[in-house]
Structure formats: C-alpha cells, structure tokens
C-alpha cells in the first residue's frame, strides 16, 4: 500500500510523567507571571483565505467563512524560540537532553538541538478544527520566517522534500478532567481512521512527529460553558487572575473568566535533528538554503505543469485570490473521525444544516 504523504516518520509513542514537579512547578509560574498570551489565530492569521489553508472543514470549499467562524479561547505563548529559551526559569527544559535524546531516537539521529518550545493554553471551547499538521521546517525556511499557512501548502505539495529538516515534537498535556479534550491523530494518513490519546491528562503526552502527522485539540471543559465569548477577536489576550482562575480581555475590556480547573495546557518541545555531521553542516552553514521566492517560483511552475487557472501574482504572500489557489490545489484533510469526537460545526455550517 502507498504510503500517504503526511504520514509521521514513526507513531506516536506515549509518556507519562514528562517533567519532573519542580519543572511543572515552572512552567506554569511563567504562564502565570508573563502574560497577558495572544490568541493562536491571531499570532498566525490575517485573514480566513490564510487559516483555511491549513485546516478547511470537510465539504467546506466553496462555502463563505468569516474569521469569526472559527474563533475559540485558545491562547499561546513562546517560551523559546530559534534555539534561545526566552526565560530564565525553564532554561534547563528547553535544553534537557531528555526530551532531545527523545526525538533524536525517533529519527535515529546523531545530532540535534532545541529549536522550539511553546505551550496552549484553551478556555472551554468547541472542537472547530477539522485536523492540521505542524509547520514545516526546510533548510533555510522554518517557523520563524514563513507563515504558517505557507508552510501547510509547501508540505502538501510535496515539491520540497529536498530542503525537509528532520523534526520531533515532545507535547505534553495537563487538562484535570474526562470530558472530551482528547487528541485525535492519524498516523496511518488522513484518509486511514484515526486514534485517540484520550483525558484525563497530567503531565503526560507523546513524543510525535507532527509536522507529517494530521491532528486536532479536541473541544475541552464543560459544554455549557464552551461558546466562544461575546467580543473576541484576533486581538483578544488571556492572563492569570491569581492561582486558580484566567481572564480574557479585547482591546481592555475583561470579556471572560475561567477557573484554571476548566483550563486544558499543552507544552510543545521541538527539536531539529541531524543524521551526521555533514547533514549538521548542510544545515547551519547554509550550502542549501530554501527562499521563499524559491518556493513561489517552485509552485508556480507546477500550477502551470498541472494547467491550473491563475493570475500571476505581484504578491505571492499578500494576494488572498493567489493563496486560495494553492488551498484549492493541493487542498488534503482527514476524512474520518471518531465517532465520540467529532468536529463541532462552524458557524456557517451551523446555518447551512
């Protein structure tokens, strides 16, 4: 049988107890010190032509979305990035040879380095997204350079798997409840069923390759509190309030508030590995760098190779018709899901059931 595309370099393997309790301890005293943490949509999303690329709902094309559609209280914040931790009290997590020796022996690798590290934080909320993988990372294009979206549709069209750096991702939930907040994967590929790592969830997850793995945050906390609030946006912001409850707040204005017992936190290591000093050298000595005006060129010759209609863009990054062509070609999704969590129905497909 061929193999699909986005399929992870091996399963996910659960672990329990990934942190020590000094090291939890830490975690959460810097989320709840360094706020105010933006919202994950509005870190990575100017429009809906940009998030549609990465997880468009299934049957959704052709359908008019707006942003609002797809909003949720779900928050983020970057606790290094680029290989530099950016506190001073997780220092030795970002650089724990636990976690890289983790995702080095997933790839079978001889070298790595953090690159990575980042945490959600999500109020109760429904499960609106349909199931996306991670960004990308290629030998002069990553994370902290490309937009997310870009990133999506340069895996999907598997036209740069020349440049792909090997990537592991150690993710480790904390959500004190069993009702759904799951997370559902599929490591057999999109169109294959899918499994579940299921709550309740302390300090436990998996060490993952979910850069070529579909997944999805199931909805979490208690339903009758799941409706996204009144007034948030892109802009919307979460900071504690004290130990044991969560604020989110537009423009000012507090629109919400959670106890930190409906809460559910994941923590995303991530680590570049290499297979050998030469693969390690390539990398870092730049001998075989991706632009991004590459990948454009690289797509754009193989939208006319496929004889798919488009305008020329002056703006590849910027030109939204440009962007929902490149969805539209090489447009994959998951199209099986478990029975006992399934995707909650956006607004617009709420009002066209």
């Not at 997850?205 to 906390?221: C, D, I």
């Amino acid at each position: 049988m061929k193999r699909h595309p986005i399929t992870p370099v091996a399963p996910p393997r659960l672990l329990e107890n990934v942190f020590s309790q000094d090291e939890v301890r830490r975690l959460f005293e810097v989320l709840r010190t360094r706020g105010p943490w933006r919202m994950v949509a509005g870190i990575y999303f100017k429009t809906v032509e940009e998030l549609l690329a990465i997880s468009m709902p299934l049957g959704g094309e052709g359908r008019e979305y707006k942003m609002s559609d797809f909003l949720t209280p779900s928050f983020r914040g970057f606790l290094g990035n680029n290989g530099m931790p950016y506190e001073e009290e997780i220092h030795d997590i970002f650089y724990s040879k636990k976690l890289l020796d983790l995702v080095k022996s997933m790839h079978g690798a001889q070298y790595g380095a953090p690159f990575l590290f980042q945490f959600n934080l999500s109020g109760p909320s429904h499960g609106l997204e349909h199931g996306h993988f991670d960004g990308g990372s290629w030998r002069g294009m990553d994370p902290t350079n490309t937009p997310a979206w870009l990133m999506n549709i340069m895996v999907k069209s598997g036209l740069f798997d020349a440049w792909a750096v090997k990537a592991g991702q150690v993710i480790t939930y904390f959500y004190d409840s069993d009702i759904d907040g799951g997370f559902t994967y599929w490591p057999d590929g999109p169109d294959l069923p899918p499994k579940r790592l299921v709550p309740p969830f302390d300090n436990n997850g998996v060490l993952t390759h979910n850069q070529r793995m579909f997944h999805r945050g199931e909805g979490s906390g208690p339903r009758e509190l799941r409706k996204a609030p009144e007034g948030i946006s892109l802009t919307s912001v979460i900071e504690a309030d004290g130990a044991d409850s969560w604020v989110v707040s537009t423009d000012g204005k507090p629109i919400a508030r959670y106890a930190h017992r409906h809460m559910r936190t994941l923590f995303h290591y991530d680590a570049h590995v290499f297979t050998d000093m030469t693969d390690v050298k390539r990398y870092y000595d730049h001998t075989d760098d991706l632009t991004r005006d590459m990948a454009f060129d690289i797509m754009i010759a193989d939208l006319k190779r496929r004889g798919v209609p488009f305008e020329m863009p002056t703006d590849p990054s910027n030109d939204q018709a440009f962007i929902a062509v490149l969805t539209r070609t090489y447009a994959m999704r998951p199209t099986v899901y478990p029975p006992e969590a399934m995707p909650d129905l956006v607004g617009a497909d709420r009002e066209a059931a």
